[in-house]
């Protein structure tokens, strides 16, 4: 697929997709509550179709009732069954993380596989403290998958301190503490997103969250009966993000996406973006499902650059990439700082982003575990052909570059955008009221 300027600035008013996270852990909390849980604003791309095939073959009953409206019937806590065949995890680290959760708690066999780039995936991280609560895993060298697990018969409750921040890990050790008798103990070193938490409580358990300076300890009481409960789910802000920087990239734009999820430890690329100068508005916040939203303005301006300290990265880790196309248009020299988390994403975002920039005619340097991007107080040159690595994030990323370099950006493989964003492609031709995004072989973009 190809990117070329837009011949005007991108305006009107658009939704995206229902939120990633959220949309998981709606599927996986109503399978294991006692009830029929409604779902409205569910996420209808691969990465969460591979966690409702899961929860089916895990026993849960799944039905879709139309677009992102769907119906669970769960099975409680403790009740999932084996699965007949292996589960196939697609593209999606976080069903695969989250699911090892699910699993370790249950005393069933499973086996995990995933598509090339997720069997390149470590999962180490998640399995090796889940080992303690009694699961055995078997996985190929380096903890890649395919993954065998062996659930619990009487899973432990876990005492864990995570050695890095991580969403995922926490959410998999609190997963696996619901079937455990007493107490499961989770101290991250700062606060990551607490979409599990959150929802841990809108379907009954009894979850605890201290503050201790920088760290977060939680606590969840173990064997909770859950309890069905509707679920509205937010517009993701990882997607948002993608729009939001084109129109504050692409001259005379003023571009309104509404019902974004404004979870406080999901904002941290709209904290950095206002620090680069961005017009960049919310209105109409309320709550809704647990979950703070509102309705987001960008508008095109001057951006400089911006320093981006390590403790911002789990409020903003997926966005990077993003971020990083906003700040080759800057002024001045960026540094996004402690971005370790981020080289065990779908691929080496470091590595990733970086080529982005430089086939691009962006300066970029890599010191350890920062990124410096040289601003270029404008349309950057472009031209290049970027290599995704079967990454939805960096193809998108460089997608939106291209609305603002000189010459067309073009990707070599598009076709897994889907995963997180249905529709991407033709969202971004409406916007800008002309086809700017074309595939290479001609198709039209759907």
Same mark, same amino acid.
């Given at each position: 697929m190809r990117a070329a300027r837009p011949h005007q600035g991108l305006a009107g008013r658009l939704t995206v997709a229902g939120d990633k996270s959220i949309s998981h852990r709606a599927l996986m909390f109503g399978a294991l509550a006692v009830g029929r849980t409604d779902i409205t604003g569910l996420l209808e791309g691969e990465d969460v179709l591979r966690t409702a095939a899961a929860m089916r073959a895990l026993g849960a009953t799944v039905e879709r009732l139309g677009e992102g409206a769907w119906q669970v019937s769960g099975r409680g806590v403790g009740g999932l069954v084996e699965p007949e065949d292996v589960l196939d995890m697609g593209n999606s680290g976080t069903a695969a993380r989250l699911i090892c959760g699910l699993l370790a708690g249950h005393p069933v066999f499973a086996v995990l596989t995933g598509d090339a780039s997720l069997r390149k995936r470590p999962m180490r991280r998640v399995t090796d403290p889940l080992a303690a609560s009694g699961a055995r895993f078997s996985s190929r060298a380096g903890g890649r998958l395919p993954l065998a *697990?062996? @659930? +619990? !018969? %009487? $899973?432990?409750p876990l005492d864990y301190t995570l050695p890095m921040a991580s969403a995922q890990v926490k959410s998999a050790v609190l997963l696996a503490g619901l079937c455990a008798r007493g107490v499961t103990r989770v101290v991250e070193p700062e606060a990551t997103r607490d979409h599990t938490e959150n929802m841990l409580r809108h379907f009954g358990a009894t979850v605890r969250v201290a503050e201790d300076g920088p760290r977060r300890v939680i606590e969840l009481e173990g064997q909770p009966e859950l309890v069905a409960a509707p679920v509205a789910v937010p517009g993701d802000p990882s997607s948002a993000a993608?729009?939001? *920087? !084109? !129109?504050?990239?692409? $001259?005379?734009? /003023?571009?309104?996406? %509404?019902? *974004? #999820?404004? =979870? $406080?430890?999901?904002?941290g690329l709209f904290t950095t973006l206002r620090e680069m100068g961005a017009e960049l508005t919310v209105e109409n916040e309320r709550v809704e499902g647990g979950e703070p939203v509102g309705d987001l303005t960008a508008r095109f301006g001057a951006l400089r650059a911006v320093d981006v300290p390590a403790a911002r990265v789990p409020s903003m880790v997926d966005e990077y990439p993003i971020l990083a196309v906003a700040a080759a248009c800057a002024t001045g020299t960026s540094r996004f700082r402690g971005l370790a988390e981020l080289r065990v994403k779908e691929s080496d975002r470091v590595a990733a982003t970086a080529a982005l920039l430089a086939a691009n005619g962006i300066k970029v340097e890599i010191e350890g575990d920062d990124m410096l991007v040289h601003g270029c107080a404008g349309n950057p040159p472009g031209g290049g052909n970027v290599v995704t690595h079967m990454d939805h994030r960096i193809a998108m990323s460089a997608l939106i570059l291209g609305l603002a370099t000189e010459q067309p950006v073009s990707v070599d493989d598009s076709s897994f955008i889907d995963t997180s964003f $249905?529709?991407? +492609? +033709?969202?971004? =031709?409406?916007? /800008?009221? @002309? %086809? *700017?995004?074309?595939?290479? =072989? #001609? +198709?039209?973009? !759907?």
């Open positions: *697990v062996q @659930g +619990a !018969a %009487e $899973p432990m993608f729009p939001l *920087v !084109a !129109a504050l990239i692409v $001259p005379g734009s /003023a571009l309104t996406v %509404e019902h *974004v #999820g404004l =979870n $406080p430890l999901r904002t $249905p529709g991407f +492609a +033709a969202l971004v =031709n409406r916007v /800008a009221g @002309g %086809e *700017v995004l074309r595939r290479l =072989n #001609g +198709a039209p973009v !759907a």
